[in-house]
């Protein structure tokens, strides 16, 4: 899930980059429990709106501060309204598994993602990928079977939710990559929540009055508003973070970090809501982050290989 940050980081850069990426493993996990507190009353879509206009609304002060111009380049719009449409889309996917499933099961599910941008590029893009990085793929998925299967007989359908999260942040990866080296963290932030929003927003006033649980929009009363703030507060926080954490150190020593995320989504999930994994579920969850590690592994020691 992580881009490749600038080149020849020094020793402090890299600590300071360490830092941040366990500050977002402990702090994206709040953005799930305010979304999932919020949930109880506030539709889905209301939620995933109200988590990007506040990243928006956080990321424009920091735009006039640090002079940074809202012009973006003709060439790049068309990437970064592809950025923030998976996010939005996979945010969403996100936030109405986890307003029935527990954080924990969920959040193992999406991290299928990396596996899945390893065989896109494979199969699609046509990169070079050696057999044992597919062979860890292929484990992740049936690590996510495992998770997948007691969570479909407890919740039903809403099991496969979060595999929609995963593909649209695999393919949302991929379109970062890029676009990451060609625009500021705090500018990127800031297009990608204003988008977001400007397409969000409309389809909730579409459906005012529907009387659909997931897009007819509420008044919120009372902790709702905390809620709402917190998703928003804690997905901008968490993400300028790993931002910043990216071009401070390689992903190859930030990488095995973000599965740190799990644990601190199981402790929320446990002390918070009481939800635990079952026994199934928590072997699924082992699976997954011994594929990505692994996978990891592979990849630094092909980065080793490769004549500088």
């Not at 699609?124 to 049936?142: C, D, H, I, K, T």
């Amino acid at each position: 899930m992580i881009t490749t940050p600038s080149p020849a980081p020094t020793p402090d850069r890299v600590l300071t980059g360490v830092a941040l990426m366990l500050g977002f493993c402990l702090t994206a996990p709040l953005l799930d429990v305010a979304a999932k507190l919020a949930s109880s009353n506030v539709p889905v879509g209301q939620i995933t709106a109200a988590r990007f206009l506040i990243q928006c609304a956080l990321m424009a002060p920091f735009i006039w501060i640090m002079g940074l111009s809202l012009k973006v380049a003709r060439a790049h719009v068309p990437t970064l309204v592809s950025r923030a449409l998976l996010l939005l889309f996979a945010t969403f996917c996100f936030i109405a598994a986890i307003r029935v499933m527990p954080l924990a099961d969920a959040l193992a599910i999406v991290f299928v993602a990396p596996f899945i941008v390893l065989l896109i590029g494979k199969f699609y893009l046509g990169e070079e990928v050696v057999p044992r990085r597919v062979g860890a793929a292929l484990v992740g998925f049936v690590g996510v079977l495992f998770v997948i299967q007691p969570s479909f007989a407890n919740f039903g359908a809403v099991a496969f939710i979060p595999l929609g999260t995963a593909l649209a942040f695999a393919f949302y990866i991929l379109v970062t990559r890029t676009l990451s080296r060609q625009m500021h963290p705090v500018s990127l932030q800031f297009h990608t929540g204003l988008i977001a929003s400007l397409f969000g927003i409309p389809i909730l006033l579409l459906a005012q009055g529907s009387g659909s649980d997931l897009f007819d929009p509420i008044w919120p009363v009372g902790l709702a508003w905390l809620w709402l703030i917190g998703a928003g507060f804690f997905a901008t926080i968490s993400h300028m973070m790993m931002t910043y954490a990216l071009s401070l150190a390689p992903s190859s020593t930030l990488a095995p970090l973000q599965y740190f995320e799990l644990p601190v989504a199981t402790f929320f999930g446990y002390f918070i809501f009481n939800d635990f994994p079952n026994t199934l579920s928590l072997t699924g969850i082992v699976i997954i982050i011994g594929a990505g590690l692994y996978m990891i592994h592979r990849e630094r020691v092909t980065a080793r290989t490769i004549p500088q």
